[in-house]
Structure formats: structure tokens, C-alpha cells
């Protein structure tokens, strides 16, 4: 997995607990200008003497002036913290090239309703998304349901009314607020507005009720959503239900929900020989049976890609060849993916003796 030394040119605070970073398109290489929006880029990083990788979403849009990427600090979180607190214009860090499959290809002939739902830093790809739409796309309707905690923690809240200001006719958003401070008294109060917008959780009443403002202008339509995990599982099915077709409902997780996993059904398997494909390279390796497939790469010191281990992101996918695996996760990836013989590395165990896979 490739990765390039490239210079902050600006850091910029979104919100209190949230920042971006900008690269200017000129210091790029070629493998970072074609992109499309709502992709990620993986960010590698030293921290007391440990690497640690992440995928980081862009915020910008294919042919603005800079690439950025949005972070939201986790509590606990060691790389997300070291990017807000020590990470400033002019330092230097290690990004490898755009990936991911939640994205769309903007067509200027196409006429389309295309319906967001986020939550919290899951603004982030969606916002890449929109802006693409809006420029590149004009004869296609927009609408976002964006969900966070406080009017404190939206992020780009400015940028996405301006938006809706500037594309009056074409985009339009309501941002909902599950934990709305109390009013004070008069004499205490500040001189802040109190929040007039939607209440509450993004849930089924909340889409009903956007969907009874925003219904459809066409047969056509598709529907994006990203955030936690939970988040996603609920909106989903809340889809669903609303006779919504799967195949037009594109979702990414920024945390994998957790669900038990049962080992009932993994075989006690002492050894597996394992092919690995990997730039332009055969390698053949004995892996124990009860270890993760990615993980006994990384353990014979091959180069394997990778980022979040989590199985919220598709970098570390490959081919099955030969064999059969158990997936723990596999969200990052559609179906139709699933059934051409994709895996998440991160997240197989072997469930036969061989195992061949092809990055």
C-alpha cells in the first residue's frame, strides 16, 4: 500500500471537537485528483513509536482547490485526538490514494431525487456528495436529514445553508437536535436564538415527516446514509418499511454496530496454507486456523492494505480464489460484491484448509 508525504496547508476547526485538513490540488499527485465524492483517504501516522492507520473521509468535492478531510475527536480515540491537538498547517503527513465504493459519479444529463440522511461526523462523505450534485448535476433534486446532539456539533452548519441558499430550487435541508439545552430564565438567558428546527432523533417519525415534506418529483431515487452504526441499522430498516427498494439504499458505517459472533460454526482447523496475490507477487503462507486472515499477513511482514481492521471500510478487500472464509463484518461491502467472492481481510477466518485471495 502506497502512501505519499504531503503538506497540511490548512487546518480548520468545524467544530469544537471536530477539524479539517486541506491539501492544495497542485501539491497532489495525479492518483489524488481523480476521486470521486464521497471517498476516503487513509492516513498514516507514527505515535510514540507505533503506526497507526486510519480512513478519513473527504469533505472537499472533485475540482475545488483543495482536498480535505474531516476528523471528529473520539473519546479515547489516540489518532483522532493527535490530529486535533498536535497536527498544523506546513506539517507533513503520509496519505495513501482515494478508495471506497459509497460514492457517486455526478452526470449533468441525469435527472435524479437523491435523499441523505447523517448523523454526527457522518456529514462528512455526504457533504463531498452534495456539493458534487449541486455543480455537476443541476436537473436532479437534493435532500439531507441531518441529525446530531447540539447545534454545536453540526458540522459545515454555515456552509450547507448557504447551499441551500444558493440552490434554493434544488437543495434543500433540516437539521434535528436530540439534546436541546434547557432555557434559562430571562435575566440569565444569552443572546443566542433558541433552536426552532426539528427535535429529536432521526427515526421513523422523523423520516415520515421529511419524507411528507419532501416527496418525490420522480420515480427516480436513491438514498445515502452515514454515521454510526446503529444509526444506519435503524434508518435502514425504517427504509425498508417504507417499501424503499434495497438496491437504491447506499450506506457507510463510521462504527460497526456490535453483534455477537457465534464460533459454532467455525471449523477447528490446527493450520491453513494460504495464497496471497499481492502486487504482482505470489506468496504462500501457513496461517494458524484460528486467526484472521489480514492478521497473518501483516505477521509474515507482507504489505498488505489496510486501515480501520474494523470491517467499517472496504481497503482491505480481496478476492477469493480457492476456499471458503467466515466473515465477522462485512457492511463495508454490497451483496452484489459478497456474491462475486469479495472479503474483508480484516474480518475472515478460514473455514476450509486452502485459502488463495487476490488483492
Not at 480515540?77 to 506539517?91: E, L, P, Q, T
Request: with cysteine; proline share 5%.
Amino acid at each position: 500500500m502506497h502512501f505519499y508525504k504531503i503538506p497540511v496547508s490548512e487546518k480548520s476547526f468545524e467544530t469544537k471537537d471536530s477539524v479539517s485538513l486541506h491539501f492544495k490540488v497542485i501539491e497532489l499527485p495525479e492518483a489524488f485528483t481523480n476521486y470521486h465524492p464521497g471517498q476516503h483517504l487513509t492516513l498514516k501516522l507514527i505515535i510514540n513509536g507505533k503506526e497507526y492507520r486510519r480512513s478519513y473521509s473527504m469533505s472537499s468535492a472533485p475540482g475545488q482547490e483543495t482536498i480535505s478531510i474531516s476528523i471528529k475527536k473520539v473519546d479515547d480515540g489516540i489518532v483522532s485526538n493527535y490530529i486535533f491537538n498536535k497536527i498544523n498547517a506546513g506539517d507533513q503527513l503520509e496519505l495513501s490514494g482515494p478508495e471506497g465504493h459509497f460514492f457517486i459519479t455526478p452526470d449533468s444529463g441525469r435527472r435524479q431525487n437523491y435523499y441523505f440522511f447523517a448523523a454526527g461526523s457522518g456529514i462528512t462523505p455526504i457533504f463531498s456528495m452534495i456539493q458534487s450534485l449541486l455543480e455537476d448535476e443541476p436537473m436532479s433534486m437534493v435532500y439531507l436529514l441531518y441529525g446530531n446532539r447540539t447545534e454545536e456539533d453540526i458540522m459545515f452548519h454555515e456552509q450547507l445553508i448557504k447551499l441551500s441558499q444558493k440552490y434554493q430550487d434544488q437543495f434543500f435541508v433540516e437539521f434535528t437536535l436530540s439534546r436541546l439545552k434547557g432555557n434559562l430564565l430571562p435575566f440569565l438567558s444569552s443572546k443566542k436564538k433558541i433552536w426552532e428546527g426539528w427535535k429529536g432523533r432521526i427515526n421513523k417519525d422523523s423520516i415520515q415527516k421529511f419524507f411528507n415534506k419532501y416527496p418525490l418529483r420522480s420515480l427516480n431515487a436513491l438514498y445515502y446514509l452515514c454515521g454510526p452504526g446503529d444509526f444506519i441499522e435503524s434508518t435502514k430498516e425504517n427504509l425498508l418499511k417504507s417499501n424503499i427498494d434495497s438496491k437504491s439504499i447506499h450506506a457507510e458505517y463510521f462504527t460497526i454496530p456490535v453483534h455477537p459472533v457465534s464460533d459454532s460454526q467455525i471449523p477447528n482447523l490446527n493450520t491453513v496454507r494460504l495464497i496471497v496475490h499481492l502486487n504482482n507477487k505470489t506468496h504462500e503462507l501457513q496461517m494458524p486456523g484460528n486467526r484472521k486472515i489480514l492478521d497473518s499477513i501483516l505477521d509474515a511482514k507482507l504489505d498488505a492494505p489496510y486501515s480501520c481492521s474494523s470491517g467499517a471500510c472496504s481497503t482491505c478487500m480481496a478476492k477469493i480464489i480457492q476456499g471458503k472464509v467466515h466473515m465477522d463484518v462485512s457492511l463495508a461491502l454490497e451483496p452484489e460484491e459478497i456474491e462475486q467472492g469479495y472479503i474483508l481481510t480484516c474480518q475472515s477466518r478460514p473455514l476450509t484448509e486452502l485459502i488463495e485471495i487476490k488483492y
